[in-house]
């Protein structure tokens, strides 16, 4: 069964940000997360809904991981894993 896509909540300026989108080109997870800029209102919006309040933030569909460590530690269980519900 294949999860819905991830979601990365993050900021173009924000080097944390960076590191977390170069994580995901680096291993080529563009098809499996979605990048919502919190330059636009629905997506801050809904990174606040998750309790967001750091960037940049992953919502894996239950849990919120915010931090660079925590996102690309999450990542690295899609990418060691193959799965989504790691």
């Known amino acids: 069964m294949t999860s819905a896509p991830l ?7 924000d080097p944390p940000s ?7 080109v680096d291993h080529a997870l563009e098809d499996r997360v979605i990048f919502r800029n919190l ?11 998750h309790g967001g309040h750091a960037t940049p933030a992953l919502w894996d569909g239950k849990q919120l991981h915010q931090g660079a460590e925590a ?4 990542l690295q269980a899609v990418v060691n894993l193959g799965r989504d519900d790691a």
């Open 7 to 13: 979601e990365l909540f993050h900021r173009i300026a």
């Open 18 to 24: 960076a590191v977390a989108r170069r994580y995901i």
């Open 39 to 49: 330059v636009y209102a629905e997506a801050e919006l809904d990174w606040t809904l």
């Open 71 to 74: 996102v690309v530690a999450r």
